[in-house]
């Protein structure tokens, strides 16, 4: 009897040690890098579809309307008042509507790409603005306060941070082969996968820090830099044949301008290819009468 | 013995445990969630400014409904507490409940059920991959959804959805519109994702997203009352419109903010950023146009074989022999109304006698049409009245005096032919009411009520397939259609908020209820009032096509069946006003 329970014992030990020569060979083990770790594939040219606050997005709202915003604090209401578009681009601050606390509701369009195996890099073409979402950040960010901040970035979703599997290499998808009966990614060429079967489900979260006061509006709804901003950046699920969307949630959470956290949520149709990338300088049209 | 038996599985099992990927819990959604309005705010909460079409993907004839639509309308007692469906709903102020319900034996999520505070609407999410009941079924405010984790994203898709409007201002949606969802957490905040598609009056897929905060305290404010009432005298047969052009309203949005009409207007284009290029510059945007082909609805109505649907109590519907079939089973034996086209007969007896082996005792022809009546011979002869001859059919007179012309055999023809308004009798422990009406679609038209079951048998006075047919050879007419109508709203009695209640077979088409009903007699009051006011105007037939009266509801019940009922009310109302 006693040989059978020392047996079993050694068998146990022998199969935990087989397990982890297994994980070990799928990667379970080492840490693999934020780009080979992506549940989602967030790259490619997407094009901002204005269906909400049109009016607000599309037009430059008069002085003083700030529909859907939390109520101001008695600051924020001081320099939501004082905003003057003359005198902004007299001073060469035409960018404040374009930061990152407002870019994301500017009509126009991103190019999403890996700067390198640690970096996402977010080019704007309104504005022509870039943000860098590093998943390695220093401890603490340094350097001159700019439009568009430091954004750290790390992915969230099933899976994500318990050595799960990475996901499969990810190129653009506007530069995925055409490849007729082939394996396509569901964009160019090749039969489109199920439902689900493009991502994960997880979203990248992104807070960014050591930013320049701006605008949430155009028409000079202020952030200050002390604010908090949070977001999270989705790749929807979406059928075969049908449009690819991006979504991205935003918080801003400014105790200084604001009485409540500022939520938004930004909509994005994935595009070809990068044929109706258009940059234009910081520009904010003038109000109606 | 045993612990041989151990020792072998054991490491078995633990290995193949430990390989196999691992089980991440879903997040849950279950909570109670407040709406965050930092978007739209002023269209979402206290109501949208009249003429703001912004940000939608319409076609023209959602503009042309639009531009038409007068807010009175929600005076008529049917409108009256009509809530939000689904794609409309989520843009409004709302509170709402998620909980789920699972498999006893498994733990396995069955479906997510949804409770919405505004207008107490109920949402069942399957997630236990049930298909998508069939088109022939009731449409309610919510749909029908079914529901998939991908990741941590739930993604919920939704059809049966009945029409209504993606904004108060009059844009409209309509019955044949799909929802997708997407609900995603982050913490206490849910962002909700609705990409709608609608062939009838959108042009792209119309995407909008909403944040919801969990409420760890709850709120009081879950119920939503609502009683029908007369608040202001008025013909509650008129249904309130502005004709084309004439609106008071459709301004109020673009003068309010200084935008150009036409970029309030724009449709898709104006949701993309070169739109604001264009704007900034004073340009335009295109006119809308829908290039597309209109939605194609089922007219093959002949199918290889009959389905069955109860529909509620005693009444059961079966479809696919060409005009709807009711059935209305009992202790006493069974009434069918319509019996579809000969070339179905034996499926047609068949699903009769699936549902009931008694006697069929009673047939109702609601109009003479060969769809309708293409088996009279056959059921009857199938059938058994208490003398033992065969099954009795009863028509309004004109029927048998129509088939009587055209020659149909003495065995096909109703005997039992009734000239009054209406008739009624007892039969399987109900009422059975017959309401005859002429200058309908014939002139011969009879609804049919089962008040027991609560359920109409509209005949082809009440289609969900096309525009009305006046056949103006058998003396049908316009006043008929609304007449009869208007007889049948004021039978049918909704459950509370507007759904269910009466049901009501259609001659053609989907189940449907009072909703559906007035939908219906609106659109034809809406375009026969345009059509008039263009023969007072003195425009020609051909004028009158040019300028598309039925413009806003050709996508839905078809262009060619819009030009061929278009013509027959101008004709109709040409000869009105000659006879002035």
Known sequence: MSGKITNFVAGIVALFATVSVLQAQQGRGAAPTPRAAAPVDLTGYWVSVVSEDWRLRIATPRKGDFESLPAFTADGRRVADSWDLEKDNAAGVQCKAFGVGGIVRQPGRLHITWQDDSTVKVDFDAGTQTRLLHFSPPAQPAGEKTWQGYSTAQWEGPGVGRGAAPARGQPANNAAPISPGGAGRGQRGGPAPSLGSLNQGGSLKVVTTNFREGYLR?????????????????????????????LVVTVVDDPKYLTQPFYTSTQFKLEADGSKWAPTPCRTAAPPK | MKLKLIVRIF??????????????????????????????????????????????????????????????????????????????????????????????????????????????????????????PPEYVPHTFMGFSTGQWNGDILTVKTTHIKKEFYRRSGIPSSDMTTVVEHYIRHGNLLSHVMIITDPVYLTEPYVNSEEFALMERGNQNWLYNCEYVVEVPMDMTKVPHYLPGKSPVLEDFSKKFGLPLAAVWGGAEATYPEFMTKFNAGTPPAPLRDTRPPPRTDTNEVHGEIETFHVQGNVYMLVGAGANIAVQIGDEGVLVVDNGVASMRDKVLAAIRKLSTKPIRWMVNTNGDLDHTGNNEAVSQAGQTVNGNPADIIAAEDVLARMTATNRSISERPLKTFFEESRDFSFNDEAVFLYHYPSAHTNGESFVYFRGSDVLVA??????????????????????????????????????????????????????????????????????????????????????????????????????????????????????????
Request: aromatic share 12%; charged share 25%.
């Open chain 1, 218 to 246: 155009k028409n000079g709804a202020p952030y200050s830099e002390s604010a908090s901003i949070t977001e999270y950046i989705h790749r929807l699920p979406s059928d075969p044949g049908s449009d690819t969307w991006l």
């Open chain 2, 11 to 132: 490491p078995v099992a633990l290995f193949i445990s430990l390989l196999s990927t691992p089980a991440f819990a879903q997040l849950s959604i279950v909570g109670e969630w407040a709406g965050r309005y930092h978007e739209d705010n002023t269209d979402r909460v206290p109501g949208d400014v009249q003429g703001d079409f912004t940000g939608v993907p319409i076609n023209e004839a959602a503009r042309r409904y639009a531009e038409s639509y007068d807010v009175r309308r929600v005076n008529l007692l049917e409108h009256q507490c009509e809530p939000y469906n689904l794609p409309h709903i989520y843009r409004g102020p709302l509170q709402f409940r998620i909980w789920e319900e699972k498999d006893p034996a498994t733990q396995e999520i069955i479906a997510y059920k949804i409770y919405i505070g505004t207008y107490q609407q109920y949402r069942t999410i399957w997630m236990d991959g049930r298909p998508h």
């Open chain 2, 459 to 580: 005949g082809d006075t009440f289609l969900t397939t096309t525009y009305p047919v006046i056949e103006t050879r058998f003396y049908g007419g316009l006043d008929g259609f609304i007449a009869g109508l208007n007889k049948m709203l004021s039978i049918a009695v909704p459950k509370y908020l507007q759904e269910g209640g009466t049901y009501i077979i259609p001659g053609h088409g989907r189940v449907s209820d009072e909703a559906d009903l007035v939908e219906y007699r609106d659109m034809i009051v809406i375009i026969r009032d345009r059509i008039q006011d263009m023969v007072k105007r003195g425009l020609t037939l051909e004028q009158v096509k040019a300028a598309r009266p039925s413009l806003d509801y050709d996508g839905r019940y078809g262009v060619e069946s819009g030009a061929r009922f278009v013509e027959a009310v101008y004709k109709i109302l040409l000869e009105k006003n000659n006879k002035k």
